[in-house]
Nanobody, 130 residues
């Protein structure tokens, strides 16, 4: 079985910080470093949107314009963990945050679209109050 489990969500005031974690487990993730990873989010009443992505080496990352300079995606392949450091949070960052994974052989591959990602977590709620 393949599992992605997010954690670290919660309530925070505007301007605050949170770090989300995503733990990968299961036979498919024995080789976690074979997967490009990403964070997406879905706000109430809106479609799910791309937040950030990272190559399997961790050397290439991509962040949406709305979070660039405030959020940082990172990974620890030895621990099969993905992270999202979120700072200077705004009320519009309120959403359910999902981690996603796609197997790749490319050292530079990242993707902003949902379609390439075939493994998804259940999500963790982030609420930013004004």
């Amino acid at each position: 079985q393949v599992q992605l489990a997010e954690s670290g969500g919660g309530f925070v005031q505007a301007g605050g910080s949170l770090t989300l974690s995503c733990a990968a487990s299961g036979r498919a993730f024995i080789s976690f470093s074979s997967f490009a990873m990403a964070w997406f989010r879905q706000a109430p009443g809106k479609e799910r949107e791309f937040v950030a992505a990272i190559s399997w080496t961790g050397h290439i990352s991509d962040h949406s314009d709305s979070v660039k300079g405030r959020f940082t995606i990172s990974r620890d392949n030895a621990a099969s963990m993905l992270y999202l450091q979120m700072t200077s949070l705004k009320p519009e960052d309120t959403a359910v945050y999902y981690c996603a994974a796609t197997r790749t052989t490319s050292t530079t591959y990242t993707a902003r679209l949902e379609r390439p990602y075939n493994y998804w977590g259940q999500g963790t709620q982030v609420v930013v109050s004004s």
